[in-house]
């Protein structure tokens, strides 16, 4: 989920007012449920999920030993997104209380109840937006840092051509790590943070030659790299 659990307290104080309470039927609430998928459904991010796996958390069923359970009228898959290790989705469901009330559980948080229909199609299209924006801005982002990147590359190829040595790269989100092969067994390593990049480029030359003197002089340097580089890592000086 993209969205912190505040923002979507935000997003539901901000639509569901809770003020006049809609008070239904397991019927009505089924004829709602259908007239609010008819209204999202069309929604670029909006998808129907009628095979809920999360149905369980609102119908437990009931015994003298446990309160009614709510009805799921239905549920929405608003957001869904994976990385190499998890899956991580974000649903809306609409439920109906033993009490009649309507409610709405958007990401595990719940909102007041629900006085008209329409509240909740708002709330779609409020957390649709937001979802929106926040990839525009990480697209933006990433563009900036892309461009980052270059700049720095560029001027490395430069200074490893002009001054004969063979490097690597790792780029994160916040820094570019430059290593520089000393020989077979020895590197080292510069870490340019994005955010300081500008500065940090003009004295870059001037950090690696002092460094390269020094190492040619017989002293050695102990780095806390995780991993060693093989050949193939590296990028020659001869091939710039």
């Known amino acids: 989920m993209s969205i912190t659990s505040r923002s979507l307290q935000k997003l539901l104080r901000d639509n569901i007012s809770g003020e006049k309470p809609l008070s239904v039927d397991l019927e009505q609430a089924r004829e709602l449920a259908e007239e609010l998928l008819a209204r999202v459904e069309p929604l670029a991010g909006a998808k ?15 015994s003298a030993d446990q309160p009614p359970a709510n009805d799921l009228c239905c549920c929405i898959l608003l957001e869904e997104s994976s ?8 649903h809306l ?8 009330q309507l409610w709405v559980d958007l ?18 299209q409020a957390f649709l937006q937001r979802v929106d924006r926040q990839k525009a801005q990480a697209a933006k982002r990433q563009k900036q840092k892309d461009l980052k990147v270059q700049a720095i590359l560029a001027q490395v190829r430069k200074i490893a051509k002009e001054d004969r040595f063979d490097f690597a790269t790792e780029v994160d989100s916040i820094k570019l790590k430059l290593i520089i092969r000393l020989s077979d067994q020895d590197y080292f390593a510069i870490l340019i943070p994005f955010n300081q990049f500008k500065e940090v480029l003009p004295k870059l030359r001037t950090a690696i030659q002092a460094l390269r003197e020094t190492y040619n002089t017989g002293v050695r340097f102990k780095t806390n790299l995780k991993r060693g580089y093989r050949r193939s890592d590296w990028i020659r000086h001869q091939d710039l």
């Open 93 to 100: 469901h609409l439920l109906r209380s033993p009490d009649r």
């Open 48 to 62: 129907r999920n009628d095979n809920c796996h999360h149905y369980h958390r609102f119908r437990g069923g009931s």
């Open 83 to 90: 990385d190499r290790w998890y899956r991580n989705e974000t």
């Open 107 to 124: 990401g595990y948080e719940r909102s007041a109840p629900v006085s008209d229909i329409g509240e909740v199609v708002a709330l779609v």
